[in-house]
């Protein structure tokens, strides 16, 4: 995964960050511009022209590309189009590639709270959320915070949300909250209580694209 981009800059990126107070309003709206116009982040551009340094910039490319693509999972309905191409824009020559995806799209989902996701996260408290086949692999190998890791540990599939939550002290919409990322990630299924066995709802194609 390299980033993500619009050519809408005021959705990538409404504000101005602290990094970029300093450097003449005409510069930034001549990077706004150029994202416009080809999809070149701004701080890309920016760095380019040896108004900020390398390091940084890559690090709001990360962080604004993640949040921008985070309003993906809470949309009621996307659209994805394809296009195959032999070589990517120059752009991104000096962008660092993550090769860990399940990292970056996890980066993604961080972004999210509760309010955002509507009645996406209005899992029955009860149910039980259980690894998928390769989860309990694809989990050990991810950059966990503290407190998802904890989380995730209780996955056994025999605990319910609600004993997860009671058994780590958690608020049952922080609890819902975090499983969201797992869910959404095709880490774990939620089985309905009393029914171990049978086939889970899945959660749709996003897990699948970030790995393919």
């Not at 009860?126 to 996955?155: K, N």
């Not at 909250?177 to 996003?206: D, N, Q, S, Y």
Request: proline share 6%.
């Amino acid at each position: 995964m390299i980033l993500a981009t619009t050519r809408d800059p005021e959705l990538y990126c409404p504000e101005t960050p602290s990094t970029l107070v300093n450097i003449e309003d005409e510069k930034v709206e001549q990077a706004r511009q150029e994202q416009r116009e080809s999809g070149r982040p701004l701080f890309v551009t920016l760095t380019e022209e040896h108004l900020i340094d390398l390091e940084p910039a890559m690090q709001l490319v990360q962080h604004y590309g993640q949040r921008l693509f985070a309003q993906l999972w809470c949309a009621p309905r996307v659209r994805f189009t394809f296009e195959q191409s032999s070589e990517l824009p120059s752009y991104v020559d000096r962008i660092p590639t993550d090769d860990d995806v399940d990292h970056w799209a996890l980066g993604t989902l961080r972004f999210i709270q509760h309010q955002d996701l509507g009645t996406q996260a209005e899992y029955d408290p009860a149910s039980i959320p259980a690894y998928t086949r390769d989860g309990f692999d694809r989990v050990r190998r991810m950059r966990l915070t503290a407190a998802e890791a904890q989380f995730a540990s209780h996955f056994n599939g025999v605990r319910s949300i609600a004993q997860i939550a009671k058994n780590l002290r958690l608020d049952l919409k922080f609890a819902r909250l975090t499983l969201f990322r797992f869910l959404a990630l095709e880490i774990v299924e939620c089985w309905p209580p009393g029914t171990v066995g049978a086939k889970p709802k899945r959660r749709g194609f996003f897990g699948r694209i970030f790995r393919a």
